[in-house]
C-alpha cells in the first residue's frame, strides 16, 4: 500500500495545506510519497522531500504544469495511479480543482474534505456547512480523497527523502495558463495563521477594514471576511471565511461585526478561542464565542489595538 | 451557441439542519428546499450571456427526485428556455451525477456548460470536474468571470490568494464562484411563463447510468458542542481574559 499526495506550491515553496497532508497520509499507513508537478519546482520538490513521514518525493517539470493545469495533472497522475492505494490532495482552491478530475478519470467516487481517517476505507467528513459529521466507508479499489487542513496537525520535519523526477505526459492543450494575480501580503496566510481577525457586514466599507487591518498588525494576525463583507465589496473573495471560503482554525480569532450567520460558522468554529465584537446582543456568533463583547466595533477595535500596546 | 444549466434541490442554507437521532443522515421532512445558491448563480449567468446576445438557448438539467421540477421551474423563470429532470430517488453521489449530466450533455451537445462551484448540502465540490474529465473537455473551476469569444473563452477564477486567468477551448465546463454575478428574483409573470416552457423528465436508466452509491454512509453525527462562552464587560476584560486565561495573547 502507498499513498499519493500531491503538492499545492508555488515552484519555490510549499502551500501550508502539504503538511497537513502528509500528516493524514501518515494516518492512513503505508509509504507516503508526494508528487511535485510544476514548470519549475525542483525547489519546492526538496522542500516536500523533508517533510517529516515523506519517502519519496516525485518531481515533474514541464510548461504545461504551470498554473493550476487541471487537466494536464490529472492525466499525469491517472497514469501513475495504479501504483498507489490512496491519493490525496489537501482541500484548497489547488486540490479541489485536480482531485475530482482524477477521480472520475479513475471512475472512483471521491471523498471530499476529510477531517478524520477512521480507516484506510473509512473516513469523516463534515457536510451542510460542518453541522453533520458523516462517516463513510468508500467501496472503490483507489481512494481518491481531499483533505481538511485545519482537522490534521502539520507534519515535522526529517532528514530528506530522496527525489526522482518523473517524465512529464502530453500537453493535452485544452487550457492555456495567462497569469495570476496573487494578493501580496505582509501578513500570514490566512489558513495557516496562529490569529485571525476577521470582519463582517457591520465594518461598513473597505476602507473601515484599516482598524482591522491594524489590529492584525498589532497581533501578527491574517485578516479575514464574512461573505457578506466580500458580497458587499468590502474585501476580496480569497479573504472569505466560511462554508464556500477558507477554512481557518487558529489559537485565535477575532470576529468584529459578524453576526454569524451558518455558512460562516462553518469556515471557523473549530478555533481554539473564539473571540465576538458585536453591538447586537443577539447575534448568533455569540453562540459559539469564548469571549464575547457587546459594543459598537469603532468604539472597540481602535481601543483594542490601543490597549495591546 | 448553446449553454446547459444544471441545478440541484437543497436545504435551504439559512435552515438550521439538525442531524437524525438515529444517525442514518439530517432531517429533511418539512423544511423548506430552494435551489443550490450556486446553481442560481450559474443560471443566472447564461440568462445574461442569453440577454448580451452570445447565448442561443439554455437548458437547464437536475438531477433528484419529482420535486426538483419545482427547482428547474424557478430556473425556468430566470430565463432558462427548457427543462431535463433525471428523475431518481434516494442519494445520487457526485460521481453519478456526473455520468448522467454527461450523457445529458452528448445528446443535447451544448458549447458551454456551467454548473455550481459546490452543493451547499453534501459540500462535495466534485461533479463540475468530475462531468469535465468524463468528456475529456477543458474545465475552469470557481469562475468569477467570463467572456466567450469564438472558439474559446477567456474566464477568471478564484484561488488561494488571489485570481488565475485562463484562456479554455469550447466545449468546456465551468463552475461559479460567488462573485460571477448576483442572481435576479424571479417575478410573477415570469414564474407563470415558465409553467409553459418543456419540461422532460428522464430516467437513469434510460441513460445507460448505473447510480449505486459507492459511499456507504456508517453513520451521521451531531458536530463537537462549543463551551458556553462568557459575556465581557469592556476590551480591558477582554485582554485580561485572552492573557490570563485562554493565555492566546
Not at chain 1, 447586537?280 to 459594543?295: H, Q
Not at chain 2, 446547459?4 to 418539512?30: C, F, H, Q, W
Not at chain 2, 447564461?46 to 427547482?71: C, D, L, N, P, W
Not at chain 2, 434516494?90 to 454527461?102: D, F, H, R
Request: charged share 25%; glycine share 8%.
Amino acid at each position: 500500500m502507498a499513498v499519493l499526495v500531491i503538492a499545492d506550491h508555488d515552484g519555490k515553496a510549499l502551500k501550508s495545506g502539504f503538511t497537513n497532508t502528509v500528516s493524514a497520509a501518515t494516518k492512513i499507513g503505508g509509504d507516503v510519497v508526494a508528487l511535485v508537478a510544476g514548470k519549475q519546482c525542483a525547489e519546492a520538490a526538496q522542500a516536500a522531500a523533508k517533510v517529516a513521514g515523506v519517502k519519496k518525493v516525485l518531481v515533474c517539470e514541464a510548461p504545461h504544469y504551470d498554473g493550476s493545469a487541471a487537466e494536464n495533472l490529472a492525466a499525469l497522475v491517472v497514469g501513475i495511479a495504479g501504483q498507489y492505494s490512496h491519493i490525496l490532495a489537501p482541500a484548497s482552491s489547488f486540490g479541489k480543482n485536480v482531485a475530482p478530475r482524477v477521480a472520475a478519470s479513475l471512475d472512483v467516487q471521491q471523498i471530499s474534505d476529510i477531517s478524520s481517517v477512521v480507516a484506510p476505507d473509512t473516513f469523516v467528513r463534515p457536510m451542510y456547512a460542518g453541522n453533520a459529521m458523516a462517516t463513510v466507508q468508500s467501496t472503490d479499489r483507489t481512494f481518491v480523497i481531499t483533505v481538511r487542513g485545519t482537522a490534521f496537525d502539520p507534519a515535522g520535519e526529517q532528514g530528506a527523502a530522496p527525489v526522482e523526477s518523473l517524465a512529464p505526459g502530453p500537453d493535452l492543450g485544452l487550457t492555456q495558463f495567462k497569469g495570476a494575480e496573487i494578493s501580496k501580503s505582509e501578513r500570514p496566510e490566512l489558513t495557516a495563521a496562529r490569529i485571525v481577525v476577521s470582519g463582517g457586514r457591520g465594518m461598513g466599507s473597505a476602507e473601515n477594514f484599516k482598524i482591522l487591518e491594524q489590529l492584525a498588525d498589532k497581533l501578527g494576525a491574517a485578516v479575514g471576511a464574512s461573505r457578506a463583507a466580500v458580497d458587499s465589496g468590502f474585501m476580496p473573495n480569497d479573504y472569505q471565511v466560511g462554508q464556500t471560503g477558507k477554512i481557518v482554525a487558529p489559537e485565535l480569532y477575532i470576529a468584529v461585526g459578524i453576526s454569524g450567520a451558518i455558512q460562516h460558522l462553518a469556515g471557523m468554529k473549530d478555533s481554539k478561542v473564539i473571540v465576538a465584537i458585536n453591538k447586537d446582543a443577539e447575534a448568533p456568533i455569540f453562540s459559539v464565542a469564548n469571549y464575547w463583547l457587546v459594543e459598537d466595533l469603532f468604539k472597540a477595535v481602535p481601543e483594542l489595538t490601543d490597549e495591546l500596546k | 451557441m448553446k449553454v446547459l444549466v444544471t441545478v440541484k434541490r437543497v436545504i435551504d442554507p439559512y435552515v438550521k439542519v439538525r442531524v437524525k437521532s438515529d444517525g442514518t443522515g439530517v432531517e429533511t421532512a418539512n423544511i423548506k428546499m430552494t435551489m443550490n445558491p450556486f446553481c442560481e448563480i450559474a443560471v443566472e449567468q447564461a440568462v445574461r450571456m442569453k440577454e448580451a446576445g452570445t447565448v442561443t438557448e439554455i437548458v437547464v438539467v437536475s438531477v433528484g427526485t419529482t420535486q426538483s421540477q419545482e427547482t428547474l421551474r424557478t430556473a425556468m423563470a430566470m430565463g432558462a428556455d427548457r427543462g431535463i429532470l433525471v428523475e431518481a430517488a434516494g442519494e445520487v453521489q457526485p460521481l453519478a451525477v456526473a455520468k448522467l449530466v454527461k450523457a445529458v450533455i452528448e445528446k443535447e451537445k451544448p458549447q458551454l456548460v456551467i454548473m455550481g462551484k459546490q452543493a451547499i448540502d453534501d459540500d462535495s465540490n466534485q461533479t463540475g470536474q468530475m462531468v469535465s474529465a468524463l468528456l475529456g473537455w477543458p474545465q475552469a473551476t470557481f469562475i468569477s468571470k467570463i467572456e466567450p469569444k469564438g472558439d474559446s473563452a477567456d474566464v477568471t477564477r478564484e484561488i488561494d490568494g488571489g485570481l488565475e486567468k485562463l484562456t479554455i477551448k469550447l466545449p468546456a465546463v465551468v463552475t461559479t464562484d460567488l462573485r460571477l454575478n448576483e442572481p435576479r428574483y424571479v417575478t410573477l409573470p415570469n414564474i407563470m411563463k415558465a409553467k409553459k416552457k418543456p419540461l422532460e423528465v428522464v430516467k437513469p436508466e434510460a441513460l445507460g447510468v448505473d447510480i449505486t452509491p459507492r459511499l456507504k454512509t456508517l453513520k451521521v453525527e451531531e458536530p463537537a458542542k462549543r463551551s458556553a462562552g462568557v459575556k465581557v464587560a469592556d476590551v480591558k476584560e477582554l485582554i485580561a481574559k485572552l492573557r490570563n486565561e485562554a493565555r492566546v495573547i
